[in-house]
């Protein structure tokens, strides 16, 4: 169908000549691709880009059509797009795929934008859906109507002609033999009595039982009976095998024994090896069946449909959703097993739930939900499961509205009850707590003990709305209900008492959990609040007693440090220096303390008599705040002074007077010295107080010391950066290359691979992949010169770049993207005399690893002409030629292994 599609790529081509002649330009590099047969090279070049170059895409969806992939292009285009080509395209598909509900709803959108498409596409559609129906007379109807046919349209139109015994007729739609479909062309010279050139054509195709036939009709018409025997029993068994079909009879009928028996001595194919499977599997030896399964994929069974189905399910019982997933993924490519695709994107969101991916779980639902019908097979699950998902997802709103539309066309109670309840949770889950509530009051009272739970929640949200009273009532009801002692009911039920201003009935609460339980938390927490209401009744004796209590045995380490202030307050009150101390110096946030109980630094100093050892017995905090009042009063003095008196005097443990050092002798304008107290401060275990502190200082530290060549001194702040996880990308490469220059090749790896994922500059990007390159991360590596190649400016850069990534494709015997490198530099960059050569030599070689030997003799021979007489090379590659000509398999002798290896190397 040419469309508008094709005109479009030609006008974007005319309107782009510069790009076209760009050095860099995909669409020339695709179209030189294709000049010289590299079509597999191609297609993978357009499927790495199609995401980000618009232009690439449309260029892939053309290679896709014409190999009639129209799967692909479903799957590439998508539902969403609203590019009008891409619509083209994807109604395309929809029709030779013959997913015509599909059709329907995107011709809607067609229709409004371009009338001239729409009608075009109505005559596509109706002319196929009848030849598909074999309504020949109406296909041809519809299809002679088309303005712009295709090549594949003008095929259909031929074939038709030839059913009806019209070959001149069919003539004019087949052009010459270059025809795309070889079959068709035999046919019309079998129709017009060509039987010889019917033959010449059949003979070259893929085998197929049409073609077979055909050409034993052409064998017989000649009077060649020898040959037509020849032909004879592929007919046959093309036709009479029914070894198989017997076999699916015994299995429906659970005939395992017969089966097993049938097989056993069945020569090895992918037939046999998927019948296994599915005996295995029907057997509930779901392991066996997944051996079976993968080994008849691996022979090449033809039904991949069917068989990637199986190993799917048998990947799911025995809970590999991974591979599960990946499976169902596949049947999803697979043509011949379409009617299953819906129910295959339900076990794809199904084994996403089961992986934790739900993100990719509720994608999967939506689309089989919004695909299927209500009595679809799994479309109950699919609605059970999906608010499941929406809550992991954080997706409570959706969930909800989900549950109401289910609740809505439900009429079972309990399950009406069940949605209820969720709904309810997920409400709590909003902070929409007045909301849950009214769900749970609509089950009151309680009748079913099921159902005491209800009063539990009821109590707690209540709390939350600040509701002491009515959170009491059900709290105190639940108790009674259960007949249980429960001290974390009990708890609440006095914090809500000391919330309504009732502090005797709190405080007798509060004592019934402490004497009632033995330890843990609910006991400890009540000691607390027994501790803090004697505090503010004054009663400090009793305070310090609760409080002491549980300093002794609390777990909680913010139960903790409230307890050490409050008992540091006390002794303050009670005046009591000793405990005090002890406590105030342990406390982790001093500052806090000081604000909270509306105290001042000086009231602290004045209360112990003793300025100077509270700078050493108090926390970092405090002695901060100390130190930045010293701090104005000491930017006068000189270095070497100054740097002394700091660190003699007030230093003590206190890490971060080094930073205060660095600051003063930077505005000082001591470089070095500045950065040598940074690098004191640095030169510490990491605390994440001075993250900050931290980030300010490290890079002017790293590049300092890194300038110096002295890659010992980077690496040893190692305990720092290590616990930074927004490093810049020059701190990054830094760390990087210090750690290569003392063979740290493992951490090294890890801070590059951080910086390539980070950075945009281009020559840094190289050199940190070159290194990853000679440190075997060839992974890493490649990611590294790929993205440098985006940001270099120089083309010689971005070649050499390019040649190691071919480099490391080939190491990894991926040679198709091998290809495509040192195609990019033949093709793109022709006039290298560093780079080019060589990988032209490597675009041969690769060649003939992947057995194109006609390709690689024409690449050689393209070197051997720019080759001297006299270089040696020359005659090391004419033998090769031989050799290849020959069809030989024996190696060039070791003698000339040098010479291969010195082939045209930059």
């Known amino acids: 169908m040419f469309f508008l599609k094709f005109l479009s790529l030609l006008i974007f081509l005319l309107l782009n000549i510069e790009l076209l002649y760009s050095k860099t330009s995909d669409l020339e590099y695709l179209q030189k691709l294709l000049s010289n047969g590299y079509y597999d090279v191609a297609e993978k070049y357009c499927y790495d880009k199609k995401d980000t170059e618009s232009d690439v895409k449309l260029f892939l969806l053309n290679l896709l059509e014409v ?117 068709l062309f035999g046919y019309l010279k079998y129709k017009l009595g060509k039987y010889e050139e019917a033959i010449s054509v059949l003979k070259k195709i893929p085998k197929s039982k049409d073609s077979t036939i055909l050409l034993f009709n052409s064998y017989m018409k000649l009077n060649k009976f020898k040959e037509a025997k020849e032909l004879y029993h592929d007919i046959d068994k093309i036709e009479s095998d029914k070894f198989y079909e017997n076999l699916k009879l015994l299995l429906a009928f659970k005939k395992y024994d017969e089966v097993e028996l049938m097989l056993r001595d069945k020569e090895d194919s992918p037939d046999k090896y998927y019948y296994m499977g599915q005996l295995f599997f029907a057997k509930g030896l779901y392991e066996e069946a997944i051996t079976a399964l ?85 479309i109950n699950d699919a609605n059970k499961l999906l608010p499941i998902v929406y809550d992991k997802n954080g997706k409570y709103s959706e969930s909800i509205n989900f549950l109401e539309r289910m609740k809505a066309l439900s009429k079972d109670k309990k399950q009406i009850k069940s949605i209820d309840l969720t709904i309810a949770s997920l409400w709590e889950k909003l902070d929409k707590h007045q909301f849950a509530i009214e769900v749970y009051l609509k089950y009151l009272p309680i009748k079913d003990k099921d159902d005491f739970n209800i009063l539990k929640k009821l109590g707690e949200l209540y709390y939350k709305c600040n509701d002491f ?205 500045s950065l040598s107290a940074y690098a004191k401060f640095l030169d510490n275990e990491f605390n994440p107080v001075f993250y900050s502190h931290y980030k300010e200082v490290l890079y002017s530290v790293l590049k300092y010391y890194y300038d110096q060549k002295n890659y010992e001194k980077v690496v040893s702040f190692d305990k720092i950066y290590s616990r930074i996880k927004d490093l810049s990308e020059n701190e990054l490469y830094i760390i990087g290359v210090s750690n290569n220059s003392l063979g740290l090749n493992h951490i090294s790896a890890d801070y590059f691979r951080r910086f390539i994922n980070v950075s945009k500059t281009g020559n840094n990007l190289f050199n940190a992949a070159f290194l990853l390159d000679k440190m075997d991360y060839l992974n890493d590596a490649k990611i590294g010169y790929e993205k440098a190649i985006n940001f270099l400016k120089d083309d010689e850069s971005k070649i050499e770049a390019l040649y190691w990534v071919g480099e490391i494709h080939y190491k990894q015997e991926n040679y198709v993207d091998a290809l495509d490198s040192f195609l990019r530099i033949k093709l793109l960059y022709p006039f290298d005399i560093k780079w080019t050569p060589t990988a032209a030599f490597n675009v041969a070689k690769i060649l003939e690893k992947m057995g194109e030997t006609d390709k690689a003799i024409k690449e050689y021979q393209n070197i051997v002409k720019n080759l001297q007489n006299n270089d040696p090379r020359k005659s090391f590659l004419l033998k090769k030629l031989e050799e290849l000509k020959r069809g030989g398999v024996e190696r060039i002798k070791e003698d000339n292994t040098s010479i291969e290896k010195n082939v045209i190397k930059p």
């Open 67 to 183: 190999k009639d992939r129209y799967d692909e292009i479903i799957n590439i285009v998508g539902d969403k797009t609203d590019d009008m080509l891409e619509i083209q395209f994807l109604a395309e598909a929809y029709i030779f795929t013959k997913r015509f509900d599909d059709l329907n709803s995107l011709m809607l959108k067609i229709k409004e934008r371009s009338p001239n498409t729409y009608s075009e596409l109505t005559n596509l559609s109706q002319g196929i859906f009848n030849y598909f129906k074999y309504n020949n007379d109406e296909a041809l109807k519809y299809l002679l109507n088309i303005k712009l046919p295709s090549k594949k349209v003008k095929g259909i139109i031929a074939k038709i002609y030839l059913l009806k015994n019209d070959p001149d007729a069919a003539k004019k739609f087949i052009s010459d033999s270059k025809t795309d479909d070889s079959y």
């Open 294 to 378: 993968n080994k008849s994929i691996a022979l090449g069974h033809s039904g991949a449909g069917d068989v990637y189905i199986l190993l799917a399910e048998a990947n799911e019982k025995v809970g590999a959703y991974i591979f599960a997933k990946d499976f169902y993924q596949k049947v999803l490519t697979m043509p011949d097993v379409q009617p299953f695709h819906s129910d295959a994107i339900f076990k794809i969101g199904f084994c996403f739930y089961k992986i934790g991916d739900y993100k990719e779980s509720e994608k999967f639902l939506l689309k089989y939900i919004n695909l299927t019908s209500d009595n679809s097979k799994y």
């Open 469 to 673: 009273k009515s959170s009491n009532i059900y709290y105190e009801e639940y108790l009674a209900k259960t007949k249980q002692s429960l001290p974390e009911i009990s708890l609440k039920i006095a914090l809500n008492s000391l919330y309504l201003d009732k502090i005797d009935i709190a405080k007798s609460d509060l004592k019934k959990v402490v004497d009632t339980t033995n330890s843990g938390v609910y006991k400890e927490e009540a000691l607390f609040w027994l501790g803090k209401i004697s505090y503010r009744e004054k009663d400090y004796k009793s305070a310090i007693s609760y409080f002491d209590s549980l300093y002794k045995v609390n777990s909680n380490s913010i139960l903790l440090e409230n307890t050490k202030e409050y008992l540091a307050s006390l002794y303050m009150i009670t005046n009591d220096k000793e405990n005090f101390i002890k406590y105030f110096k342990n406390l982790s946030n001093p500052a806090r303390f000081i604000k909270e109980f509306q105290l001042s630094f000086e009231d602290i100093c004045k209360f112990i008599n003793c300025q100077k050892e509270l700078v050493y017995l108090t926390s970092d905090e405090t002695k901060y705040q100390y130190f930045k009042k010293l701090y104005p009063t000491l930017k006068s003095k000189k270095d070497d002074e100054l740097y002394g008196l700091l660190s003699n005097r007030y230093l003590g443990n206190d890490i971060l007077t080094y930073y205060y050092i660095g600051n003063i002798l930077s505005e000082k304008g001591a470089k070095d010295k």
